[in-house]
């Protein structure tokens, strides 16, 4: 499936589970920055198993924010942004060249590793909607049971 058939269907599977969590647990609210925020997590999310393929659109939209990213924090004198940036890249690049195109990174175990550290900056409905955007990619390519 190409990244539109993967955004479409994780922007199905997002307004589902988000009006589901909303209607019965209250977990999101319904506010332009809440939506927007939404569907920023749901595309990364939703495209991010593609990282390991050289061509996908995800691959190059890290590289280029890496490199502005570095670029910022060079004019910033930013050396956690330095850093962070530079490791964005590097990773980027390692998984694009070097992973095996719908190995590891189309997994679970995969989804929930790289949801995890967003636990420091969200809440947990914020991660757990990243997730679900994460295997709507696994479940459109046919990977959904898919462990390790």
């Known amino acids: 499936m190409n990244r539109y058939g993967h955004l479409v269907f994780a922007f199905i599977v ?3 589970f988000v009006v589901a969590m909303h209607y019965f647990y209250s ?5 332009l920055k809440e939506v927007l925020f939404i569907l920023v997590i749901m595309c990364i999310y939703a495209l991010l198993p593609d990282i390991d393929s050289t061509s996908a659109t ?7 924010f890496a490199i502005v990213g570095i670029g910022y924090s ?7 942004g330095i850093i962070s940036f530079y490791a964005l890249l590097v990773l980027t690049f390692m998984f694009a060249v070097f992973m095996k195109h719908r190995g590891f990174l189309h997994s679970i175990v995969f989804g929930v590793l790289i949801s995890l550290p ?4 969200l809440t947990y409905q ?3 909607l990243a997730f679900v955007c994460f295997y709507s990619h696994l479940v459109a390519d046919g990977k959904f049971l898919k462990v390790i």
């Open 14 to 16: 997002a307004i589902i």
């Open 27 to 31: 977990w999101y609210e319904v506010s």
């Open 58 to 64: 995800i691959t190059w939209v890290f590289i280029g």
């Open 74 to 80: 060079l004019i910033t004198l930013n050396a956690i």
């Open 118 to 121: 967003l636990l420091f900056f």
């Open 126 to 128: 914020e991660v757990v």
